[in-house]
């Protein structure tokens, strides 16, 4: 287990700009796509408050300072979906990536007699988007990958259970083995022609 003040350390070294993503095809690599809508332009710096405990203290956190304001759309409309924090406005390393929404990964067990993730008290709803994460001495049930974004099924969801598909509505994946999962939630958002985007005081949130 890491340290408290090692992980401060390398969460003051994240970087100090922010950039937008429209697809995430690795986490580890990692590999992505950045935003290309007419004027993006270069990245917005970002300031970090100080590193402080995670809810539960399981981990330490710092957020972002201040609102990250975009350059304004002057083209069409392009969906965003993640962030990322990088070393340089332009080029450079991305340190870290995020996805655009508040709500809480959920673990689960994917059950290969069933077909369905168990996940007590999951909150997930039909249709909801999320990424498969494998988490550290377990397998990713076979079937699921990381990279690959999957939706929510109304087949099969309960309370504590659910299964889910490439896409909407569609055929429910195959899961053959039994494996273990982070399902990390994530919302596709419109950046309007002439639209500013901007991410909110403390909305950046980065665990270690």
Do not use: C
């Not at 340290?3 to 003051?12: H, I, M, V, Y």
């Not at 369905?116 to 999951?122: G, K, N, R, T, V």
């Not at 909801?128 to 079937?143: D, K």
């Amino acid at each position: 287990m890491f340290t408290n003040a090692f992980r401060d350390s390398t969460l003051g070294n994240l970087g100090g700009f922010i950039g937008l993503f429209t697809a995430i095809s690795s986490w580890r690599t990692p590999s992505v796509t950045e935003a290309s809508y007419t004027g993006y332009g270069t990245r917005p710096a970002v300031t970090w408050n100080s590193p402080g405990d995670a809810s539960p203290a399981v981990a330490r956190q710092v957020t972002n300072n201040g609102a990250v304001t975009f350059p304004q759309n002057t083209g069409a409309s392009q969906d965003v979906i993640g962030w990322g924090v990088y070393s340089a406005s332009t080029a450079g390393t991305l340190h870290a990536v995020g996805l655009l929404d508040s709500d809480p990964p959920v673990l689960g067990f994917g059950n290969a007699s069933s077909e369905l993730i168990d996940a007590p008290s999951h909150g997930l709803a039909t249709d909801q988007r999320v990424f498969v994460l494998g988490v550290p001495g377990a397998a990713i049930p076979a079937g699921l990958s990381e990279g690959t974004a999957y939706f929510v099924l109304a087949a099969g969801l309960t309370a504590d259970a659910f299964a889910l598909s490439t896409s909407s509505g569609g055929s429910a994946v195959d899961i053959t083995a039994d494996g273990l999962a982070m399902f990390i939630p994530y919302k596709a958002v419109t950046i309007a022609t002439n639209a500013t985007p901007n991410i909110a005081d403390t909305a950046i949130v980065v665990q270690l």
